[in-house]
């Protein structure tokens, strides 16, 4: 079963524009991570942020988790057409391997 | 830089059918992930192991699927018989070190189509 679910499903935006992407799960976490995976290809780690972290930067990611509500969020900046993707957060309980949302479909248009 | 390699990268079989998919991980990843993943869907874990040792099968149909890691290196994931609803991307990924912080790194996965 799917732990996370990620919100929405799907999104459409214009290049340089900002792309929000939520997840929320359901159990206690030890950290949560986010994938990106192209068409057809396997998923590229982009993020972690650990349960006692509350947000998290890379380059033009930025992650927020918040444990109390169960949720995390994915902001990608400036978006580029290349950014388009599925994108998946997946959470780590220390008890057995990752457990990942369902996905947002990512269209950025040029 | 280093990639779990995976092959084949695409398979068609016809129902009743036996399939294979071969797995090598990252040198010296001891924790290898064998996932299923939908088309639309996230992937589901299907087995995982540490070393040559199977930590956690709970998911895998296993009246038709099996999973080794002989020599704790490569790893193969056979279905026989297949079904339609086999269906589905199969991802690999592996793991280096201990702990609750360290990534994932998934391989190209292969694409699986059961006529």
């Known amino acids: 079963s799917q732990q996370g679910e990620e919100d929405p499903q799907a999104l459409s935006i214009q290049e340089g524009e900002n792309a929000t992407m939520n997840c929320s799960y359901k159990t206690s976490i030890n950290n949560l991570q986010w994938y990106r995976q192209n068409s057809g290809r396997g998923l590229v780690h982009l993020i972690l942020i650990r349960s006692n972290e509350r947000e998290k930067h890379s380059g033009r990611l930025r992650v927020t988790l918040d444990t109390s509500k169960k949720s995390s969020s994915l902001l990608i900046t400036a978006s580029r057409a290349a950014d388009t993707a599925s994108y998946f957060c997946?959470?780590?309980?220390?008890?057995?391997?990752?457990?990942f949302g369902s996905g947002t479909r990512l269209q950025v248009q040029p | 830089e280093a990639e779990v390699a995976q092959s084949p990268r695409y398979k068609i079989t016809e129902k009743s059918q036996a399939v294979a998919f071969w797995c090598d991980p990252i040198s010296g990843h001891a924790t290898l992930y064998w996932y299923r993943q939908i088309l639309g869907q996230g992937p589901e874990l299907l087995v995982q192991?540490?070393?040559?040792?199977?930590?956690?099968d709970s998911q895998l149909p296993k009246d038709r699927f099996s999973a080794e890691r002989l020599k704790g290196v490569d790893s193969t994931l056979k279905i026989q018989p297949a079904e339609l609803g086999d269906s589905a991307m199969y991802l690999c990924?592996?793991?280096?070190?201990?702990?609750?912080?360290?990534?994932?790194?998934f391989g190209p996965g292969t694409r699986l189509t059961v006529l």
């Open positions: 990924a592996s793991k280096g070190l201990a702990g609750p912080t360290d990534t994932q790194y």
């Open positions: 997946a959470t780590d309980t220390g008890r057995r391997a990752l457990t």
């Open positions: 192991f540490q070393d040559e040792s199977v930590v956690d």
